[in-house]
Structures are given as structure tokens and as C-alpha cells.
């Protein structure tokens, strides 16, 4: 099965898509609703089960790096006991 290349937002359309699909009943099954998008079944299986898009599942405030460097700010500024 081929997959064309999505955009993360029409990636993120097409498998909303698909999910508004199989939830009103106009496809008989995910995988069914994900060949017409040209999407992988797993992944509207996985949505439907309440798994989050990548980008709201590893959201951070601060890169590592920069943790890194409060951690060690407040482990200067700790007393020692």
C-alpha cells in the first residue's frame, strides 16, 4: 500500500477525518475509513482510543538542555546538610 506524504496539518485533518467517519456510521469499520484516506489503520485505531497527536503528547516548556541548567542553579543553591 502506498502512503503519500502529508503535511502535519493535513495529516492531522485526514485522520480527524477519518475518526468523524467511522464515529457517524458513514464507513463500516477504521479499516475501511483509513484506506479511503490513505491513512495507516493503526493509527486512527490508536486516536479513537484516545492517544494524543505527537505534538500535544511531548510538549514541553524548556529543551533539555535548559532543565539541565536549573537543576544544577538550585542544586548550587540548596544548603548541604
Same mark, same amino acid.
Given at each position: 500500500?502506498? /502512503?503519500?506524504?502529508?503535511?502535519? #496539518?493535513?495529516?492531522? +485533518?485526514?485522520?480527524?477525518? +477519518?475518526?468523524?467517519?467511522?464515529?457517524?456510521? @458513514?464507513?463500516?469499520?477504521? #479499516?475501511?475509513?483509513?484506506? @479511503?484516506? &490513505?491513512?495507516?489503520?493503526? *493509527? @486512527?485505531?490508536?486516536?479513537?482510543?484516545?492517544?494524543?497527536?505527537?505534538? /500535544? &503528547?511531548?510538549? *514541553?516548556?524548556?529543551? &533539555?538542555?535548559?532543565?539541565?541548567?536549573?537543576?544544577?542553579?538550585?542544586?548550587?543553591?540548596?544548603? @548541604? &546538610?
Amino acid at each position: 500500500m502506498f /502512503l503519500p506524504k502529508f503535511s502535519s #496539518r493535513e495529516a492531522e +485533518a485526514s485522520i480527524q477525518k +477519518a475518526i468523524q467517519d467511522v464515529e457517524f456510521g @458513514v464507513e463500516p469499520s477504521i #479499516r475501511k475509513a483509513s484506506d @479511503v484516506r &490513505a491513512l495507516l489503520p493503526s *493509527t @486512527v485505531a490508536h486516536r479513537l482510543a484516545g492517544r494524543l497527536p505527537r505534538h /500535544l &503528547a511531548y510538549k *514541553t516548556l524548556l529543551h &533539555a538542555y535548559q532543565e539541565d541548567q536549573i537543576i544544577k542553579w538550585i542544586r548550587e543553591w540548596l544548603p @548541604v &546538610a
